[in-house]
Each structure stands twice: as structure tokens, then as C-alpha cells.
């Protein structure tokens, strides 16, 4: 899958990246990794371990102390600024607790992946331009939730929460999307769905997709390659179908219990 | 398991909250020369102003109308002006939004002091700089509901989620879409709650205005009061508190419904 012809190209790049936040923690550290354009990368490791840094990490969210990142070619900007907002703009996110407008319609919600895109005035009075909008609306028809364009997004389940979510990385049109723990609010069917929607968007669109999951057997099914952390370093790297529970014991610094799993381990 | 004993009553510390709330309430009365006995003894002229006042002269309403416009016009044009200089004001005082630490100290300043001074301390301004009259009213109260609203609203935006506006800036949105886009929609209900407060305020602040000479009804109450009409100053009072409770239910009311 990473070597699609004339896919083979680095997207993301990390060059002894490491983040010690201003308490002293340290958060990643001597981080070296490239991932191809087009990769599903899912990242696995126990809470702490810095899988939510190293995602942040690549739109700046969480600035480096070291080291550095190149996405597709550019080096991620440690200050605020034009240039980081435009590289944010290539880069879709998608959160644990979606983080949309309750009081917002989903359309309203799915626009402001647009926002780098329309003049300032034009996107506060939600004024958008039509095309904005054809955008917003085929980023719903992808995650099959346009019907419920004009309604309230608090008042959706939270597995259309989340889908509304990844329609807002959508309407960026990015070249990358990082969901971070995007399943660890929902329940076991919908965690599929939307693991399988991402997993989707990913082949039919070639965005390079980094997923953080905390449940093994997710990780297992859905990460064609998986990269393994503990304490701020990375201690795997391979691909999901050869991934052994003694990889995952030696991630966790344990054996994975049952905690670790979405559903009882077939086992 | 045995039952704990009961804290020891605080019987020192409460008679001695007492003692000096009395002490405080004493020198204070001494100090304006507040007696008892002589507020007696002048009930006399208190009760031939009663009788001069009762009944209202309901003949007088007709022309309190106009005056009662000129009031409304200055209460809304100084919530209008207001509220919307207070929505910047509130946001760079609201520290999680706020750009920096330096815009952030000089906001909370500003409104410090906007709201240290007295409605009528901008009256009196605006009336050496324009005139006496209901420009002075409505500019005065438009500094007045800034000072009111950017309070309360600043404390609700210091309040929100602040995850939201995350999720903007990693869309690539700049600090003004941030906040209109991640900020402020959580807090337009409270916002619209705290303009429609000012305007209650505002509408009786434009009558005490009006008794400096910044017009409508406070005006009429003015001049008939130093004309000794009792009849029609009760008539006024009256009226004004028909409006006052009017507009207060309304606001209420429309409250409720954004809460």
C-alpha cells in the first residue's frame, strides 16, 4: 500500500524531534521517522507515552524543543504565524472529543475546515462562498451524514459527532490527517465505523493518515503500519499484520490487559 | 464506628462580627447626624407632601409620552454603542483568548477604570464636550453598558472551552477566526443575556440623566418636582415603574428562553 507508484515520497519527517514541556517533562524525545504519502500509520502506546505530543507536534499545536519536522517537504514553524497557519490548513485533525459547536449546524461546523481559505470577515459572519460551501456539503456526502447538514451538532449521536469531525478535516482538503484517540468516545460499533470511514478516505483519496488508538485490537485490524511509544520514544516500527502481543508487551512495558482491547481478545 | 463529636460553635467569632457591624452602623449614623428622633419629628412635613401627591394626575400622562421616547431612544442607543464596543473590550481581557499578556493588563485597566466611574461622571463629560441634552444621556450610557456588559462578558469567555478554539487554529484559522469561530459562539446566549440587562439598566439609568438635564422623562420629573406638582410628579412615578417592571419581565423573559 505505501508503494503505490509514484506515491513514494516522504510526507512527514521527523529529524530528532523532542518536546520537554515547560514543567520539565519530557514528552518525545529523539524522535526519527519518515512516513510516506498515502501511509495509515496508527501509533499505539500506553497513556503518557506521547502518542498525543507527537501528533500535535506535526501542525505545531505542541511546538518542538528539539530537533525538527518536515511535512511535505516544509519544515514546521515553532512560532505563530502565516506560515504555520498555512501548513495547518494541509493538515486535518481530528479530535477525542470532536470538538465542534454544540450550538452550530453541522454544515457551519464541517465550514470551519475552511477557514484558511476565505477572508477573515467573510467566515466570522459566516458569510461563506457558495464553492465553500459545495465543499462542506461533498465532505458530509463522504461520511454519509449530508442529510443532517442543517441540524444542531450538539444534537447528533457522538459517532456522527465524530463523523462530522472528520468532515471538517475533509473540507480542508488535506494532505495529511492526524486523528488523535478518535474512537476513545465511542462505543465498539461505531468505533469501527468510524476507524473503517478513515481507513476509506485514506484509499480512496490518498491522504496520509496518522491515527492514535490505545486499543490493541484496532490497532491490530485497521494500522498497516504501527508504531510503537513509550515514554516519548519510539520502540516499534512495522507493519500491523506482523505486529506479536510479545510487540505489544514490550510498547506497554506490560501485558496487555484486558483494558487494552475494544472487545474480549479472541484468545 | 463512633459518631463524631459536633465542631465547637464559633460563639466568639460571631458576637464579634456582630459588635462590629453595630460599631461600623453607630459611627457611620453619628457621622451623618442620622437620629431617630428627628426623622419623628419632621413626619409631619413627610405626610403634607403625601397628601399634596395623591391623587396622580392622570390628565398629565398624555404628555409624558414623548418624554418616555426620548428615555427609551437614550437607553437603547447607549446599549447598542455600548454592547458592541464591549465585545472586543471583553474578549482581549479574557486571558485564555487574549493575544498577549501586555494587551491583556491594559484591557482589564481600561475596564476598571470604565467601570470605577459613575454614570453620571460621564454625564457631566459628555455635557462639557456636546451639550446638555440626550446626546450627552446616550454617549454617557454607552460608556456605561461597555463597563457592564464587558465585565460580565469577559468572565463568560474566560469560561469556555478552550478546546474549541483549538480545533480552529489547527484548521489554520488566524486569532480573529479563532475567536469568532471557536470562542464567541459558545457565549453569544449570555452575551445577548447580558445587553438585554444593561438595557434594563440603561433605562433607568437615562432617568436619573434626565434629572441633570440630559432629557426624557428624568427631565419632566425634574422640573415638575421644582414646580411643587406633587400630583404629577406621583403620576410620573407611577408610570415610570409600569415601564420599568414592563421592560424588566421582557428581558426576563427573553433571558429564560436564551439560557
Known amino acids: 500500500m505505501t508503494d503505490k507508484p509514484g506515491t513514494s ?12 514541556y515547560p514543567n520539565g517533562v519530557v514528552g518525545l524525545e529523539g ?20 502518542k498525543s505530543t507527537l501528533l500535535r507536534s506535526i501542525n505545531g499545536l505542541t511546538p518542538l524543543t528539539a530537533g525538527e519536522i518536515e511535512v511535505a517537504g516544509v519544515a514546521v514553524p515553532r512560532r505563530q504565524g502565516r506560515e504555520l497557519r498555512r501548513l495547518r490548513a494541509r493538515i486535518g485533525m481530528v479530535f477525542q472529543d470532536f470538538r465542534l459547536v454544540r450550538r452550530l449546524s453541522v454544515l457551519s461546523n464541517v465550514l470551519i475546515g ?50 462530522v469531525g472528520i468532515a471538517r478535516a475533509l473540507a480542508q482538503a488535506p494532505e495529511v490527517i492526524l486523528a488523535d484517540e478518535p474512537v476513545a468516545s465511542l462505543d465498539p460499533v461505531t468505533s469501527h465505523q468510524v476507524m473503517e470511514d478513515l481507513l476509506r478516505i485514506n484509499r480512496e483519496l490518498g491522504i496520509t493518515t496518522i491515527v492514535n488508538l490505545h486499543f490493541l485490537d484496532l ?45 474480549e481478545p479472541a484468545a | 464506628m463512633s459518631r463524631p ?73 447607549g446599549t447598542v454603542v455600548g454592547a ?92 480573529l477566526q479563532m475567536v469568532g469561530l471557536g470562542a464567541l459562539p459558545q457565549v453569544w446566549p449570555q452575551y445577548a443575556a447580558y445587553v438585554m440587562y444593561s438595557f434594563e439598566l440603561n433605562v433607568r439609568g437615562s432617568m436619573v440623566l434626565g434629572l441633570v438635564g440630559a432629557g426624557g422623562i428624568g427631565m419632566i420629573l425634574e422640573t415638575q418636582r421644582a414646580n411643587f406638582e406633587y400630583e404629577r410628579v406621583t403620576m410620573i412615578i407611577l408610570s415610570v415603574l409600569v415601564v420599568v417592571l414592563l421592560i424588566e419581565q421582557v428581558s426576563a423573559s427573553v433571558r429564560r428562553r436564551l439560557a
Request: aromatic letters at 10%; hydrophobic letters at 50%; proline letters at 5%.
Open chain 1, 31 to 50: 524522535i526519527d521517522l519518515t512516513i510516506q504519502r498515502g501511509e495509515f500509520v496508527v501509533i499505539v502506546g500506553s497513556s503518557g507515552a506521547g
Open chain 2, 5 to 77: 463529636a459536633p465542631p465547637p460553635r464559633q460563639l466568639g467569632l460571631t458576637l464579634g462580627v456582630i459588635a462590629v457591624l453595630a460599631t461600623m452602623t453607630l459611627w457611620s449614623a453619628h457621622g451623618i447626624g442620622f437620629s431617630v428622633s428627628e426623622l419623628v419629628c419632621n413626619a409631619a412635613g413627610g405626610s403634607r407632601l403625601l397628601r399634596e401627591s395623591w391623587p396622580p394626575d392622570f390628565a398629565f400622562l398624555p404628555r409624558l409620552i414623548g418624554p418616555f421616547l426620548e428615555t427609551l431612544h437614550i437607553a437603547l442607543i
Open chain 1, 114 to 163: 475552511r477557514v484558511a481559505y476565505v477572508p477573515t470577515w467573510r467566515s466570522v459572519l459566516n458569510l461563506w462562498p457558495r464553492a465553500e460551501v459545495e465543499l462542506a456539503m461533498s465532505a458530509l456526502e463522504r461520511v454519509g451524514i449530508v442529510d443532517k447538514a442543517y441540524v444542531r451538532a450538539g444534537q447528533l449521536s457522538g459517532g456522527q459527532q465524530q463523523r
Open chain 2, 84 to 175: 458592541i464596543i464591549a465585545i472586543p473590550v471583553a474578549v482581549l481581557a479574557a486571558r485564555p483568548v487574549s493575544p498577549n499578556w501586555l494587551t491583556w493588563i491594559i484591557d482589564r485597566n481600561f475596564m476598571n477604570i470604565l467601570r470605577t466611574l459613575p454614570d453620571l461622571f460621564w454625564a457631566m463629560l459628555f455635557a462639557t464636550a456636546v451639550g446638555f441634552g440626550p446626546l450627552a444621556g446616550a454617549l454617557a450610557l454607552s460608556v456605561f453598558s461597555v463597563a457592564v456588559i464587558s465585565k460580565l462578558f469577559s468572565e463568560s469567555v474566560e469560561a469556555i472551552d478552550m478546546h474549541l478554539p483549538e480545533a480552529v487554529r489547527a484548521c489554520g484559522g488566524s486569532w
Open chain 1, 219 to 263: 490497532a491490530r485490524r485497521y494500522g498497516q503500519r504501527i508504531i510503537g511509544l513509550q515514554q516519548g520514544k519510539v520502540v516499534y516500527d512495522g507493519s500491523g499484520s506482523e505486529v506479536t502481543d510479545e510487540d505489544f508487551r514490550r510498547i506497554y512495558g506490560r501485558r496487555p490487559g484486558e483494558d487494552d482491547f475494544l472487545q
Open chain 1, 9 to 20: 515520497e516522504a510526507m512527514i519527517r521527523f529529524r530528532g524531534a523532542g518536546v520537554t
